[in-house]
């Protein structure tokens, strides 16, 4: 949401900054909120038709960027970063979600049989996507990196303003359709937690209407608003990474325990599962000391994001314990 309003500043400058901003993502929040409100099968259609009009700009800019991408710009662009550990984990926020359609699986048709290749091919095809995007930004904007609209920027370059109007629209279709996916799968890990009674059972309620979780959705949608308004896509993003990998490193630690305590064959069975998951638990830890360590010699908003994410855990450990004791009960 703050990707949105920084993309929107270009074009209407108001909606950047001030109260301006905070309207802005109210109603951008309302509207995906709604949309997710009203049912499973039309936040599904809303998401497809967003994935289909961000990816046309996307590859029309690397059609017409590609043959105009300048060496000496490339050469130009020089980038410091004192932390280092920063830049991986937004890479790991910008390839992380791979994982969302888990998540709503159970509605769809046959999961077992399509998950895996989904995934995959997916995967496959952001990463190509984000390598050739970044080529052609890189190799068109000299000193992309105090960009906040890089590929804006790109399309500026090549079409002047209406480039980078017509950039930015693109960009917003882009970030509101990846949010409207956020807001159709997510509720539902509060939903299926409700009902395992891992959350109180108020999480687990579902609309006589619509038939969607709707409790869950709205707290999630507050959520993101509060977090949105409070921060910026940099300090949120880095948030949300952190968040990721201790996800990523619990999975690494599971798939072991499944593969000793499961009768059921699985419906797609990692290779070299026995080395993969040991080292990708490793390189999350890693990156989670590393993070922690530099949070407390770092800046005050390193810090704050340390104390967010432990106000974050200890609120779910109250709710999980709350909800267990009720169970009990």
Not at 73 to 89: E, G, H, K, N
Not at 100 to 120: G, H, Q, V, Y
Not at 167 to 186: D, E, R
Request: net charge positive; proline share 5%; with cysteine.
């Amino acid at each position: 949401m703050n990707l949105f309003t920084n993309y929107l500043a270009q074009v209407l400058p108001a909606a950047g900054a001030g109260m301006g901003r905070v309207a802005t993502l109210t109603v951008l929040v309302a509207l995906l909120t709604w949309v997710n409100l009203v049912g499973v099968r039309q936040a599904t259609w809303t998401v497809n038709a967003f994935t289909i009009a961000k990816l046309l700009p996307l590859v029309l800019l690397v059609l017409l960027g590609a043959s105009q991408i300048s060496s000496e710009t490339m050469a130009s662009q020089t980038v410091a970063v004192p932390d280092w550990t920063q830049a991986i984990l937004l890479l790991v926020f910008a390839y992380g979600g791979f994982e969302a359609p888990l998540i709503p699986a159970s509605e769809a048709k046959d999961p077992r049989r399509d998950t895996a290749f989904a995934l995959l091919v997916g995967t496959a095809v952001i990463a190509t996507v984000y390598v050739l995007v970044q080529l052609v930004v890189v190799g068109l904007v000299p000193a992309v990196a105090g960009e906040k609209a890089p590929v804006a920027a790109a399309y500026g370059v090549l079409a002047g303003r209406a480039g980078v109007a017509f950039a930015s629209l693109a960009a917003m279709v882009s970030v509101y359709g990846w949010a409207t996916g956020t807001v159709l799968q997510s509720p539902r890990v509060l939903f299926s937690m409700a009902e395992r009674q891992e959350l109180p059972g108020l999480f687990g309620r579902v609309h006589a209407r619509f038939h969607t979780p709707h409790v869950a959705i709205l707290a999630f949608s507050l959520i993101g608003w509060g977090l949105a308004v409070s921060g910026t896509f940099e300090s949120n993003a880095t948030l949300s990474a952190i968040v990721r990998l201790i996800t990523y490193g619990l999975t690494c630690a599971a798939l072991p325990v499944f593969r000793r305590r499961l009768a059921e064959p699985p419906g797609f069975r990692l290779p070299a599962a026995g080395v993969i998951a040991p080292l990708g638990l490793a390189f999350g830890l890693w990156l989670l000391y590393d993070r922690g360590r530099r949070a407390f010699v770092g800046s005050q908003s390193d810090l704050l994001q340390v104390q967010m994410l432990i106000g974050l855990i200890v609120l779910g450990a109250v709710l999980f314990y709350a909800a267990r004791g009720r169970a009990k009960r």
